[in-house]
């Protein structure tokens, strides 16, 4: 995590500019599914960290890249501001159900017409599964909670897109450069479970901050920390 909201993290500019000096090249990986690239980059640039569009990776670039690669009409929970990582995407009789953070989604006539979609055999897609976000005003649910409403309602388990999917993390490696292997990236992140353990599961090297949502005592809550 470099920021919160619009605000960055102490020290994270100071830590990116030094990496860069060195030469180290950098991915931004996110599950952030509530505003498209182009939003986020700009959110950043505002907050004062400059990056490329090409820099980040995000797992709403991965969803789509899986709803094309299986032809999918996906019923989109999504806020307006990720919508536009989806555009041309066909939607009309959905045969698939996707779901990011999506705030003005989450309400019971919404979530029972996507339990409805399910049980008549479309697929469930999870954009993320996060437990909990940190936001300006302190933690809040994340999308992984509705997700599990879905799963539990309609017998169907998600295929999950984002952290901490291995496919993610070497899809992120790939875009990063294609010779890199994954022992050689290291992954820093303030979740234990999808940045770091994640991550180790990939074959990466997994650091954890102590910073964003990080709670004390996470490092110890799923097992040995490595």
Known sequence: TVHVGDHLIPGAKAGIQMLKSHGIPIKYVTNTSKESKSCLRNR??????????????????????????????????????????????????????????????????????????????????????????????????????????????????????GKPSKDFFHLALKELDPKLQPHEALMVGDDVRDDVLGAQQAGLIGALVKTGKYLAGDENKYGEPN
Not at 47 to 73: D, H, P
Not at 82 to 91: H, N, P, S, V
Not at 142 to 148: C, D, E, L, N, R
Request: glycine fraction near 6%.
């Open 44 to 161: 950043l640039c505002n907050a004062g960290l400059e990056v490329q569009e090409n820099e980040l990776f995000t797992s709403l670039t991965a969803a789509r890249n899986y709803v094309e690669s299986l032809k999918l009409r996906p019923l989109l929970m999504l806020e307006d501001e990720a919508m536009k990582d989806f555009e041309g995407i066909q939607t009309e009789d959905p045969n698939s159900v996707v779901v990011g953070l999506s705030p003005s989604n989450f309400h019971y006539k919404r979530l029972n017409e996507a339990f409805n979609l399910l049980k008549n055999r479309a697929s469930l897609i999870a954009i993320n599964k996060s437990r909990y976000i940190k936001t300006d005003d302190g933690l809040s649910i994340g999308t992984g909670a509705f997700v599990s409403t879905l799963e539990f309602a309609s017998d169907k388990k998600a295929h999950v897109i």
